[in-house]
């Protein structure tokens, strides 16, 4: 039912088409075509415009089924993190051997088109699914979904089960935990002064974010798999001026969310070491955690053993990075994961390996046809 060739051949027309987040327009050009194929296939569309400078968003579903009955969600993105410009930057599309290099190739286009072409193949074989199918692809993934997410939470209230196309990891891996997210803003002020005549007089903001990272980055517990990073740090106007003012980017991974509830405070109600400098976070929890429930680990049993009957092994593990399917992993079973295989996310070494297309398109139909 599928052809590594001819879906190849496929991919690369969406890889060329480059989406960095950033470029709304392309990535819409792409949603175009998108929904051009699955309206060919009979598939009912809407189209969420963009906003607030980001692309819109797709909204698709399988021409069976109840408006309202449970079904399967299936989550992609079509954003990329490479500029504009990389395919001739030095990731131009190219095969060698079983790898076939391209600008988000891996993550996620590959991935994105895989329930493309399961959904079509069982249009072409007159085929139907017991659950409606119904898809979300997004624009704004690879920076946070800040526009996609209450539309994916509001998808969620019509699943039963929910499907993401996110790159395998790990050869082959399904992804069936993730960490949650928090992203936070610090900004101190201090007491300018002159760095030799009135040192003295001074209260350096600089000095109190140097005690502020130390104190947050030793949250992080690889024991419990918590990770904080200080990633962007400023302050100061001139070396022989005591800072006045300073600024730290903050990034919080925690793999739970009992994890979130206690460390999230601790970053937003921080005090200082010196009195005489005010400190003010702004920031929370950007995507929840997505832990593996009862629910989620029966979905990804049943996935294995449909990948046994294709003919793989089919494993699972944690990711630390997100995904759009934190947003719903706390109410629903969520197997993520189910895309290409592959290497290199985010790199100018991104390759998908062509002999997975087959075999996880494979899986993807039969979760389609299988789940109830």
């Not at 005549?197 to 502020?212: D, I, K, P, T």
Request: aromatic share 6%.
């Amino acid at each position: 039912m599928f052809d590594a060739g001819e879906m190849l051949e496929e991919i690369r027309r969406w890889v060329e088409i480059e989406t960095p987040t950033s470029a709304p327009a392309q990535i819409d050009h792409l949603m175009e075509i998108v929904e051009s194929e699955f309206r060919a296939l009979g598939a009912r569309t809407r189209r969420i415009p963009g906003r607030d400078g980001y692309a819109g968003h797709l909204e698709v579903e399988a021409p069976w089924g109840g408006a309202e009955e449970p079904g399967i969600l299936i989550l992609s993105h079509l954003d990329t993190v490479h500029p504009l410009g990389t395919l001739d930057g030095g990731l131009a599309f190219r095969i060698e051997g079983d790898r076939a290099y391209g600008p988000g190739i891996y993550d996620m286009k590959g991935g994105a088109y895989l329930g493309f072409a399961a959904f079509r193949a069982l249009v072409l074989h007159e085929r139907r699914t017991p659950l409606p199918l119904r898809w979300i692809f997004t624009g704004d993934e690879e920076v946070g979904s800040p526009t996609s997410r209450d539309l994916i939470r509001a998808a969620g209230r019509r699943a039963k089960y929910v499907l993401v196309t996110e790159p395998a990891r790990d050869g082959g891996k399904c992804v069936t935990a993730r960490k949650g997210v928090a992203r936070f803003v610090m900004r101190l002020r201090g007491r300018p002064s002159h760095s030799g005549a009135r040192h003295w007089e001074g209260r350096s903001a600089v000095r109190e974010l140097a005690h502020q990272i130390l104190a947050l980055e030793a949250f992080t517990d690889y024991a419990r798999d918590i990770t904080v990073n200080v990633g962007v740090v400023s302050g100061g106007t001139a070396v022989n001026v005591v800072p006045e003012e300073a600024e730290a980017l903050i990034d919080l991974r925690v793999p739970r969310v009992a994890d979130a509830e206690r460390l999230v405070p601790r970053f937003l109600e921080r005090v200082p070491v010196d009195p005489d400098v005010t400190i003010t976070v702004e920031g929370g929890l950007d995507r929840p955690p997505y832990e593996k429930t009862e629910a989620t680990a029966a979905l990804f049993a049943h996935a294995r053993e449909l990948a046994r009957e294709i003919g793989f092994v089919l494993e699972d593990a944690p990711s630390g990075g997100g995904s759009d399917g934190n947003f719903l992993a706390d109410r629903l079973p969520v197997l993520d994961g189910l895309g290409v295989d592959g290497a290199g996310a985010h790199t100018r070494e991104e390759h998908l390996l062509i002999s997975s297309l087959v075999p996880r398109a494979t899986l993807l139909m039969r979760l389609f046809e299988t789940l109830r």
